[in-house]
């Protein structure tokens, strides 16, 4: 990968990510390491995670399957809810598809929006159920 296609910042019992770009496999690999390393700062109470993608963030099959072990082991340490966001892409149908069958299948609280405000809105109230 020639140019980092994410960031990861940690604020209080949140997880940021923001993200653009396709995520191919390697991509996936690095941001996996990267997020688990995030984690470990915050995993001693329950929190959660704001992703937000911007433009077309599909992910490769071999990407969805470890977006899909991520999501298990960030659940192992922790997290308590996703709230995604996407934003400015032409294939939201299909990143909602993505991202809604990743999060099912790892029986994860979460909620896909298109403004960020809500996102964190959202999140932070259910945060609050958690403590």
Not at 29 to 47: F, G, N, Q, R
Not at 97 to 108: A, F, H, K, W
């Amino acid at each position: 990968m020639t140019e980092q296609a994410y960031k990861i910042t940690a604020q209080g019992n949140i997880l940021f990510v923001d993200a653009s770009g396709p995520f191919d496999f390697e991509t996936m690999l690095e941001y996996k390491s990267e997020t688990l390393d995030a984690v470990e700062k915050i995993k001693d109470k329950p929190w959660g995670c704001i992703a937000c993608f911007h433009g077309g963030g599909v992910f490769s099959p071999e990407a969805e399957e470890e977006l899909i072990a991520l999501t298990k082991e960030r659940m192992k340490k922790n997290m308590a809810a996703l709230a995604t966001v996407l934003q400015d892409s032409q294939q939201a149908d299909i990143q909602q598809m993505q991202l809604s069958r990743v999060y099912e299948r790892c029986n994860t609280k979460y909620h896909i929006f298109s403004d960020v405000k809500a996102a964190e809105q959202w999140l932070a109230n259910y945060l609050k159920t958690k403590q």
